[in-house]
């Protein structure tokens, strides 16, 4: 499964040397390095920019989603730059501006730097001053340059529709520009007498080319976003191993240490119903049905928790919480536990006075008959340790630390 | 004599593969002024390494015992410069030049440039990325901050074009 996750940091830094370099060389051989064909895009004259660029982007967005969809590349580990309307919005106005002036943009300046082009080496020394300028005065605008963050704030979630649909639309936005941007080229930069110029598209490379990222595109349209049992499925047989071998399945008494010992970030989610839920629940977890755990603003809620965040699932038994912890894993949640027997066994073990057992009980039901729905005011709610002694029980949680790739740019 | 570019949509084709195996291999995009920051902030670090303590945004990447050149970005921004080099040498690129409008002086474009980086520089780091690391990287993930990000650039482009022909007449 990609992306690589054990490079260690020499050998990310020589993967992103390599990287880089097929990144400068391409700039260069497309001609970035010339700040005239830069700049010649906002008179129309050259278009080179604008179909380069959208090319690279359709090109790695189609490969991106369908090795997703196929099972190799895990998105969730994917870096997506977060959302800042704001500041994404003037500091683009800004970039605009120095773009039509300076004639570069930060990467393509390091190319003409590398090929000896002194406006280049200028501009690169400009970028130098202004990041400098941004870092000394960043304290005047922090509130307003942080402010309004939505992380991986995707356009399927903007316009509410499939991956698969998403990426006919960016093509379709990508093929007019590309149409727009030949007839203007031809126009306005070689100058050809308007009557002379096809509207028909002729050339027979382009369409074919065109037509085979089509083709990728229909194939993950009817693809479809995996759903968490194929995800789960996909995953190493050692998440399944770890559910057969019962070592995410953790003791009532080390749930209720946890508690106590008022660690960082403990997160209890009960799955059972909402009347299971209001007769008793441990203190402090939150309701959340299965049905809304497997809902995009749910798993992405999860994913983004805090680090290292114990989550712990509760149900009645053991079997609802086993589906939510498949979910939740299959979108790489890490410090993920199931209570042990559920609320069933943590209520035989922290016994309430007047509530009684019921024999012959399915395994996911309230095995005990309450007669006020008292929530989490029971004692047995957060459990005292005298009411309790601790007993010797095998110690499963360990805090592990997920690390998400960060961008380039960051 | 100087060789031609390449088409621009191989070009375009290259360079999504390119960035495609960067997320793929690494789970990150392609990235230029992230890198140029973190280079500025470690060579304030060897100079006067109490002020980059105190800003709140250097001390972000080089603060105490921070290391602000012990970064991914760093090398990619080396590879960069040197796949533009190699690729420059290959195709008898590598020339002492200014690449200007006919209507202005080496040294107007020289200024020019300059103006234009720090504007950019800045700009840059206020969207968090540059026209690679969120118009290109994060258009490519459908980011959709990254996509509002390219068509004020580029809206913004077009707009002022008309201010500055002078300095890119042919």
Known sequence: MFPLESLGKFGLYALSMLIGMGFGATLEMSGFGDSRKLAGQFYLKDMTVVKVMFTGVIVAMTLIFFSSSIGILDFDKVWVNPTLLVSVALGGFIMGIGFIIGGFCPGTSIV???????DGIFFVLGVFFGVTVYGETY???QNFAESGEIKRYLLTDLFSVSTGTMIFLVF???FIMFYFAEIAESYFGKKTPWSEISLIPKNKIKIASASILVAFAFILFFMGDPTPQKRWNRLSTTEQKLLDDRAVFVHVDELRELMHEDIAFLKIVDLRDESDYNLFHIKNSKRVS???LSKKESILEFQQLPQPTVIFLVSNGERLSAE???ILKSYGVTNLYILRGGINEWLSRYPIEGVSEIKNSSEESLKYRFDFAMGSKYPSSFPDL??????EFPKKVILKSKKLASGGCG | MERRYINPYIGGVVLGVVLFLSFFLTGGGLGASGAVSRVQVGIFDLVASFHVDTNIYFTKMGGGTLNSFDSASVWMLIGTFLGGLISGFFNKRLKFETRKGSKISNKTRWIMAFIGGAIMGFGARLSK?????QGLSGGAVMAVGSWVFMFSLFATGFLFAYFFRKFWEE
């Not at chain 1, 730097?113 to 002194?118: L, Y």
């Open chain 1, 324 to 326: 939510g912890y498949k």
């Open chain 1, 139 to 141: 304290p005047l605008f």
């Open chain 1, 112 to 118: 003409a730097a590398s090929t000896f082009k002194i």
């Open chain 1, 386 to 391: 005298k009411q309790f002694p601790p007993i």
């Open chain 1, 290 to 292: 299965l049905k809304e």
């Open chain 2, 129 to 133: 990325g540059c026209t690679s690391g």
């Open chain 1, 172 to 174: 379709a936005l990508a």
